[in-house]
């Protein structure tokens, strides 16, 4: 199993930045592809940026421009740099990991949150 530890978040004015990091941890494991989520309050969670192996990277059209994600694969981190943020920004956001082990098994595992909340 792939433990994740989400740090970063907070709360920030409109315009503002933050930067958020994911950590795994466990035995002998690679990370395929990392996912930033966030879910809104009475929304549905949403997958906010993705980067592969290959450093294939996927934004949500909202947050284009503004965000950029990045991954360490000797750290095995995530890191999501969010610049210019807005009010409908505001949310839980939750990092992925789609993982592979030598057995082979393949997994996913989630963060547990953390809230970034953004004024106006």
């Known amino acids: 199993q792939v433990q994740l530890v989400e740090s970063g978040g907070g709360l920030v004015q409109t315009g503002g930045s933050l930067r958020l990091s994911c950590a795994a941890s466990g035995s002998s494991f690679r990370i395929n592809t990392w996912g930033w989520h966030r879910q809104a309050p009475g929304q549905q969670r949403e997958l906010v940026?993705?980067?592969?192996?290959?450093?294939?990277?996927n934004y949500l059209d909202s947050v284009k421009g503004r965000f950029t994600i990045s991954r360490d694969n000797a750290k095995n981190t995530v890191s999501l740099q969010m610049t210019n943020l807005k009010p409908e920004d505001t949310a839980v956001y939750y990092c992925?990991?789609?993982?592979?082990?030598?057995?082979?098994?393949?997994?996913?595992?989630w963060g547990q949150g953390t809230q970034v909340t953004v004024s106006s």
């Open positions: 940026a993705s980067i592969t192996n290959g450093n294939s990277i």
């Open positions: 992925e990991a789609d993982w592979i082990t030598p057995i082979p098994e393949v997994g996913r595992s």
